[in-house]
Nanobody, 122 residues
Framework: QVQLVESGGGLVQAGGSLRLICAAS????????MAWVRQAPGKGREFVAAINWSGTNTYYRHSVKGRFTISRDNAKNTVYLQMNSLKPEDTAVYYC???????????????WGQGTQVTVSS
């Protein structure tokens, strides 16, 4: 029903920036809340940011607030995560997620991408 493909990850030095891109397939993209979650080696999956279907409401975990910005372009079926002032603790595989429910998308979303690796060196 919804297919998600992430890109934009890479290796950066602390303090650097990356922009992650999630390309979605499906005519119902604009009806879904979207989120970014991440998983560091040996750790559980962690909520990063979420955005409602219209892009009018955004949510962030405290540790990334002010540094990361989630946005979406429904005309392009795309969601973005602009990451600035990156820290080594941001190192993780970042996944794009989609769900009709803005609350559920942060925990148990209906759809996941395959992830993109973000590595921040100190």
């Amino acid at each position: 029903q919804v297919q998600l493909v992430e890109s934009g990850g890479g290796l950066v030095q602390a303090g650097g920036s990356l922009r992650l891109i999630c390309a979605a397939s499906g005519r119902t993209f604009s009806n879904y809340a979207m989120a970014w979650v991440r998983q560091a080696p040996g750790k559980g999956r962690e909520f990063v940011a979420a955005i409602n279907w219209s892009g009018t409401n955004t949510y962030y975990r405290h540790s990334v607030k002010g540094r990361f910005t989630i946005s979406r372009d429904n005309a392009k079926n795309t969601v973005y995560l602009q990451m600035n002032s990156l820290k080594p603790e941001d190192t993780a595989v970042y996944y794009c997620a989609a769900d009709p429910n803005i609350i559920k998308v942060a925990t148990t979303p209906d759809y996941w991408g395959q992830g993109t690796q973000v590595t921040v060196s100190s």
